[in-house]
Nanobody, 114 residues
Framework: QVQLVESGGGLVQAGGSLRLSCAAS????????MGWYRQAPGKQREVVAS???????YYSDSVKGRFTISRDNAKNTVYLQMNSLKPEDTAVYYC????????WGQGTQVTVSS
């Protein structure tokens, strides 16, 4: 069973940066489009970025130009570099395949103060 472990979240002031990491066990990582999702309190989980095995990327309008997704297939790890953070980016961030097919990990909390 593939497990996903997210890390790198924290508390940061508006305008700051964070880099999230997601380590996946199992070989599915190398053949899957991977995505970063987030869920803010009282809101539905949404996808904010994704990357195909070959490196093609997608970003939601809310993060385009500020977030960068990348992956290291050899390490079964996907990253999310988040710059120019805004209070509205506050959420628990998760990774999963896109569409989400795996059991969700525990996520990593990102809190952006104004």
């Amino acid at each position: 069973q593939v497990q996903l472990v997210e890390s790198g979240g924290g508390l940061v002031q508006a305008g700051g940066s964070l880099r999230l990491s997601c380590a996946a066990s199992g070989s599915i990582f190398s053949i899957s489009t991977m995505g970063w999702y987030r869920q803010a309190p009282g809101k539905q989980r949404e996808v904010v970025a994704s990357i195909t095995r070959s490196g093609s990327t997608y970003y939601s309008d809310s993060v385009k130009g500020r977030f960068t997704i990348s992956r290291d297939n050899a390490k079964n790890t996907v990253y999310l570099q988040m710059n120019s953070l805004k209070p509205e980016d506050t959420a628990v961030y998760y990774c999963n395949t896109k569409p989400p097919l795996l059991q969700w990990g525990q996520g990593t909390q990102v809190t952006v103060s104004s």
